[in-house]
């Protein structure tokens, strides 16, 4: 998983990575707004979401403490990271204006 997960985020596309639990409410509550975040940026994004139950190490490599949490990665780099729930138009504006 750690491989794939490097090459995913070494893309010259932003990455937003949502680290989550399937136990978590709050984690529940972002999955829609994530599907809209993508309807509205398309192509000039990708998200994924880790299961941090099911990925540890890599929770713990990036010190993933509490869920939700969303990192944005672009070539490899991480741009900006936040725990909890954003509305869309926050996570747009945020994106748009931290993306390389």
Do not use: H
């Not at 713990?60 to 725990?83: A, C, D, E, H, M």
Request: charged share 20%; with cysteine.
């Amino acid at each position: 998983m750690t491989d794939s997960f490097q090459n995913i985020i070494n893309s010259s596309k932003p990455v937003l990575v949502d680290f989550f639990a399937t136990w978590c409410g709050p984690c529940q509550v972002l999955g829609p707004i994530l599907k809209e975040v993508k309807e509205t940026l398309g192509d000039n994004i990708a998200i994924i979401k880790i299961d941090v139950d099911k990925n540890q190490s890599l929770a713990t490599s990036y010190q993933v403490k509490g869920v939700p949490t969303l990192i944005l990665f672009q070539n490899g780099k991480q741009l900006w990271r936040q725990s909890g729930v954003l509305q869309k138009n926050e996570l747009i504006a945020i994106i748009n204006q931290k993306r390389l």
